[in-house]
């Protein structure tokens, strides 16, 4: 039997980590895991309660909410509390909060130990800003994927354009910056590469170029094609 492996995906924004991940989840026959997905869920959630400014009530909500994912035929359904929530979780309103609340180190805590059960022994490609140092340090695989800022932004002006929202191109660099700066100086679980993830430059490469890479390292480390 063909071993069972994890497979970390971290990276900023826009460096292509939810594309990449799920076509290799595909390719191997894995679980994909979207974390990104379920702190957005939390975020939604806050911002219609009117609790996104309240710490205490945040983290309860991280611990209570039921967030599922379901993957299928390339598309990840997001639910919280049993609604779907798939395309007001990627709303600029969510985007300009996300980080903050992912800063919140209960909601960190509330939510990494739902990203463990969820993994539990099946073959598993889970990507996010903390999965190889916090969620799976053990994972066999730990790919940190990087891109240029002008590059991110376009790619997610791109997504924005492709779902009838106007932003421009400029608040799109100026909000992936300032998630960045957040998401790296954040004292809970920040985003790094650790020392054992390899590092892949995604600026000049295609998605089937990039899914080659995380696929051969992979196979490389003992997973087999499915």
């Not at 798939?86 to 909601?107: H, L």
């Not at 990203?115 to 490609?125: F, I, L, P, S, T």
């Not at 991110?152 to 608040?171: C, L, M, N, P």
């Amino acid at each position: 039997m063909a071993k069972k492996l994890a497979v970390a995906i971290d990276g900023p924004a826009g460096s292509g980590k939810s594309v990449s991940a799920k076509l290799v989840a595909d390719r191997l026959g894995y679980l994909y895991i979207d974390t990104g997905a379920m702190y957005r869920a939390v975020t939604l959630a806050a911002i219609e309660r009117g609790v996104a400014g309240d710490v205490e009530a945040t983290v309860r909500l991280a611990e209570e909410l039921d967030v599922r994912l379901e993957y299928k035929s390339g598309v990840t359904r997001v639910f919280a509390d049993g609604a779907e929530v798939t395309e007001e979780i990627r709303a600029p309103r969510v985007n300009d909060r996300v980080s903050p609340v992912a800063a919140i180190d209960g909601v960190r805590s509330a939510l990494v130990a739902k990203q463990r059960a969820m993994a539990g022994e099946n073959g598993v490609v889970m990507e996010g800003r903390d999965v190889g140092s916090v969620v799976l340090p053990d994972a066999e695989v730990k790919v940190f994927l990087v891109a240029s800022i002008e590059e991110r932004a376009k790619r997610r002006a791109k997504e924005y354009a492709e779902k009838g929202v106007e932003v421009s191109i400029e608040d799109v660099e100026r909000n992936l910056r300032e998630r960045d700066r957040i998401d790296s100086s954040r004292a809970a679980s920040p985003l790094i590469k650790t020392p054992d993830a390899i590092e892949i430059d995604t600026s000049n490469l295609t998605i089937e170029q990039q899914v080659e890479k995380i696929t051969a390292l992979a196979v490389e480390a003992g997973a087999e094609l499915v």
